[in-house]
């Protein structure tokens, strides 16, 4: 099932990249024999047509001037509560960033299953390695979709599911940790397993029904659903100081600062993919060196 789910990102991913480059190279071919006059005046008007200004689009390759090229790697920031619309290179950079990932994801999971020496171990890798796989390749078919620029419906609800699935992924996380012996035996720490999903729940909630909108709330909401949790790690000093759950919070915390500037920073999305990639790379070694296979003197007891 996660292989599938990997295989069907990433291909869907590289198939519509490739194909969204084949229709505009045949459109531009097609095109050569128009006036220029004439193509201008085209491309005003499919300009003036758009939602959002898409001053990058690849068909400005022709522009002269710094202000062209540098349209090439963004667009103009987007209205209040109105999505961005990356341009080409920015779409293109989105899909690769997290396509890229989806296969290593997988090899990823595998990898846990085999090694977990317990069915507690099992489980709560599988929750975390499912969560990972989820992440990228819902995301790389969202993105791809997107890039494609049909089948609204189908990106509309992709874009509901990549949403949602970051908050899957924080709480799948933070489960593994959570279910240390250490924390589930102590009274103030016990109850953060669950809280942490009753979280997530409402993080989904509230973006499903402000889709796109009050984006500084949703962020918000995302950082504190990160960070709650660490209160109760923060109870096992050696654990909550180690370098790889250290290393993949302070990336996950810099990506975000690209997630809120698009329109501000080129590929600031694809950046942001970047750092999430960096940040679950981190805690994936975290999870493989402390939680499992069997015991020893830096390993935890997962129940």
Not at 168 to 192: D, G, K, Q, V
Not at 276 to 302: C, I, P, S, T
């Amino acid at each position: 099932m996660l292989a599938t789910l990997g295989t069907v990102g990433l291909f869907s991913g590289a198939a519509v990249v490739s194909l969204r480059l084949f229709n505009r190279n045949s459109r531009h071919h097609k095109s050569n024999d128009v006036p220029t006059a004439v193509k201008m005046h085209e491309n005003r008007s499919e300009s003036e047509s758009e939602s959002e200004p898409r001053r990058g689009d690849l068909d400005l390759y022709g522009l002269s001037g710094l202000y062209g090229l540098y349209g090439l790697f963004m667009n103009d920031p987007p209205a209040n509560n109105r999505a961005y619309v990356p341009t080409d290179i920015e779409h293109i950079a989105n899909v690769i960033t997290h396509g890229l990932c989806v296969v290593p994801s997988v090899l990823g999971v595998t990898f846990l299953s085999q090694l977990a020496s317990t069915r507690n171990q099992y489980v709560n890798g599988m929750i975390f390695g499912f969560a990972l796989v989820a992440l990228f390749s819902v995301s790389t078919s969202f993105h791809s979709v997107f890039y494609l620029g049909r089948f609204r419906f189908l990106k509309e609800v992709l874009h509901r599911c990549d949403r949602a699935t970051i908050y899957i992924f924080i709480a799948a996380s933070y489960t593994p940790w959570l279910n240390i012996r250490e924390l589930r035996e102590c009274s103030w720490t016990s109850n953060f397993g669950w809280l942490v999903w009753l979280m997530a729940f409402f993080g989904i909630l509230y973006q499903q029904i402000y889709h796109e909108r009050y984006k500084w709330i949703e962020i918000t909401l995302y950082l504190i659903i990160g960070l709650f949790p660490a209160v109760a790690l923060s109870k096992i000093q050696e654990l909550f100081f180690t370098k790889e759950l250290m290393l993949g919070g302070v990336s996950y915390m810099v990506g975000v600062v690209f997630f809120k500037s698009d329109g501000r920073i080129p590929c600031a999305h694809a950046i942001w993919h970047l750092f999430v990639g960096l940040g679950a790379f981190y805690h994936y070694l975290a999870v493989v060196k402390y939680l499992m296979g069997a015991k020893n003197e830096r390993r935890y007891q997962v129940v």
